[in-house]
């Protein structure tokens, strides 16, 4: 079996959620053009409330370089209004690892998050869970 060098991903914003595909390994390089095109993307909620749906394909394990990068953004991220991300593991032989870095990254930021084997349970999950926040807010 033959592994990428890097991998590569796709940023698609819905609504107040963006959906993110993402293929193989994450190293360093690629982790840093992902924040980059993040940054840029955080600014277009303008303080609003939103949350990320990430499908992980394959074995999309991130390098120490890389999971450092993704922390210091998910806490930008979170300054920034984003306050849960659904991520769906399909196709992968190391669903294990690849957990315990999305629970590293994520609770590094006092994020709210949850892992899926399926897109429809994390899309139903985190439009609930965004409507439920977003009512809290306006009753406040």
Not at 45 to 58: D, M, P, R
Not at 63 to 79: D, G, M, N, V
Request: aromatic share 12%.
């Amino acid at each position: 079996m033959e592994l990428a060098a890097q991998g590569e991903y796709s940023i698609e914003q819905k609504g107040n959620i963006l959906f993110v595909d993402a293929h193989g390994p994450f190293n360093d390089v690629m982790a840093q053009l992902y924040a980059k095109d993040m940054y840029e993307v955080c600014s277009t909620f303008k303080g609003e409330c939103w949350a990320s749906l990430v499908t992980y394909y394959g074995n999309a394990l991130y390098t120490p370089e890389a999971e450092s990068t993704l922390i210091a953004l998910t806490k930008y991220r979170a300054q920034h209004g984003m306050i849960a991300n659904a991520s769906i593991i399909l196709d992968s032989n190391c669903g294990d690892i690849q957990q315990m870095q999305l629970r590293r990254i994520y609770q590094g930021a006092n994020m709210t998050f949850h892992v899926f084997c399926d897109i429809n349970s994390a899309e139903k999950w985190l439009v609930d869970f965004m409507s439920r926040k977003i009512q809290t807010k306006k009753a406040q």
